[in-house]
């Protein structure tokens, strides 16, 4: 999980609040991916970027927007939290596409949407 | 519809034996291949990967098998140890897509002293 930094590692949202999970990454990889893991399944792709300026769509993007204005740097924004999003996130970083180029992931954010 | 299968949500080992888990996935696309392992609280962690031109890979006590005609892959440690406790993550890209895994469910692996 080295270089790969999430915050914060816990948080409880009400029904309806926004908030951000931070991801930042020291090791200038172009890529970098959102993961969401629920009880009894594998990690899911939220949204992920192929470089800053660039983002696009995974298997359950719904009620999550991303941004990447910097290499560094990719959250996730929850607009407007919901029960179905109280899940583990995690974050995901790699400095180049194919074979041999490790993917290095965050230790994961717990949210609680109550 | 789930791309990549660990049909065993559960194995336990003795201390020193082989453990097997095992990987199914469905879409035809998929060349590249890896194993993770993941402890409570904490991110998955890289373990072993596979290219779909190769039927195996060795990394001290971890192996990894494909099986392409039959879209299984395995994942050998031996000797089995206490550590190697955890859930185990079978992950697939195509096209060098590799921030676009797709992951299976895993599998808790448990190995007893």
């Known amino acids: 999980n080295a270089g790969v930094t999430q915050t914060p590692k816990f948080q409880v949202l009400k029904t309806g609040q926004s908030m951000t999970l931070q991801c930042a990454q020291d090791?200038?990889?172009?890529?970098m991916s959102w993961y969401r893991q629920d009880p009894g399944m594998g990690l899911r792709l939220i949204h992920y970027?192929?470089?800053?300026?660039?983002?696009d769509q995974g298997e359950v993007p719904n009620g999550y927007n991303v941004s990447r204005s910097t290499t560094e740097d990719f959250p996730l924004r929850l607009l407007s939290a919901a029960p179905s999003q109280t899940s583990v996130y995690f974050c995901?970083?790699?400095?180049?596409?194919?074979?041999?180029?490790?993917?290095?992931f965050g230790e994961g954010s717990w949210l609680t949407v109550v | 519809d789930q791309q990549v299968k660990q049909n065993s949500p559960s194995l336990s080992v003795q201390e020193g034996r082989i453990s097997i888990l095992n990987c199914d996935y469905t879409?035809?696309?998929?060349?590249?291949f890896l194993w993770y392992k993941k402890y409570p609280a904490e991110g998955p962690t890289f373990l072993i990967s596979?290219?779909?031109?190769?039927d195996k890979n060795e990394d001290g006590r971890f192996t990894v098998f494909l099986n392409k005609s039959a879209k299984h892959l395995s994942l050998h440690i031996v000797p089995s140890q206490p550590g190697d406790s955890a859930v185990y993550f079978c992950?697939?890209?195509?096209?060098?897509?590799?921030?676009?895994?797709?992951f299976g469910k895993g599998t808790l692996l448990t190995v007893n002293p």
């Open positions: 995901a970083s790699t400095i180049g596409t194919g074979e041999g180029n490790t993917i290095y």
């Open positions: 090791m200038n990889h172009e890529y």
């Open positions: 970027s192929v470089g800053a300026g660039i983002t």
């Open positions: 879409n035809s696309m998929f060349d590249y």
């Open positions: 596979i290219s779909s031109i190769k």
């Open positions: 992950a697939a890209y195509s096209g060098g897509s590799n921030y676009k895994l797709t």
